[in-house]
């Protein structure tokens, strides 16, 4: 079994680890970037079906939609990757206080 300076070390690593949330950041870029490849590509699609000729700003508009689509995934990915080390760092971490009792509750002596 771990001796407890181990265990406390190995709470303050965990809980610093935890303090970032990163996959939060990354959802929320995946979310902006979503939202500028759908507004992106909807306006390309409407030039090219109001227009006679074939424009081309409705290219661009639709590359760069495609390509805030392609970092959307990207990031989604990450974010999803860094939300299960997250809940396995939590786990981890619930169990390092557990058994250094932190939660237990303590009894008022009379």
């Given at each position: 079994?771990?001796?407890?300076?181990?265990?406390?070390?190995?709470?303050?690593?965990l809980?610093?680890?935890?303090e970032?949330?990163?996959?939060?950041?990354?959802?929320?870029?995946?979310f902006g970037?979503?939202?500028?490849?759908f507004?992106?590509?909807?306006?390309?699609?409407?030039?090219?079906?109001?227009?006679?000729?074939?424009p081309?700003?409705?290219f661009?508009?639709?590359?760069?939609g495609?390509?805030?689509?392609i970092?959307?995934?990207?990031r989604?990915?990450?974010?999803?990757?860094?939300?299960?080390?997250?809940?396995?760092?939590?786990?981890?971490?619930?169990?390092v206080?557990?058994?250094l009792?932190?939660?237990?509750?303590q009894?008022?002596s009379?």
């Amino acid at each position: 079994m771990s001796s407890e300076a181990e265990l406390q070390t190995e709470l303050q690593s965990l809980s610093k680890r935890l303090e970032d949330r990163l996959s939060i950041v990354h959802f929320a870029w995946a979310f902006g970037l979503a939202c500028a490849a759908f507004m992106g590509v909807g306006v390309g699609i409407k030039l090219f079906h109001d227009s006679i000729r074939t424009p081309k700003l409705a290219f661009v508009l639709l590359a760069v939609g495609m390509g805030c689509a392609i970092v959307a995934a990207i990031r989604l990915t990450r974010g999803f990757k860094l939300f299960a080390a997250e809940g396995r760092d939590y786990q981890r971490f619930m169990t390092v206080r557990s058994e250094l009792g932190l939660d237990r509750p303590q009894l008022p002596s009379a």
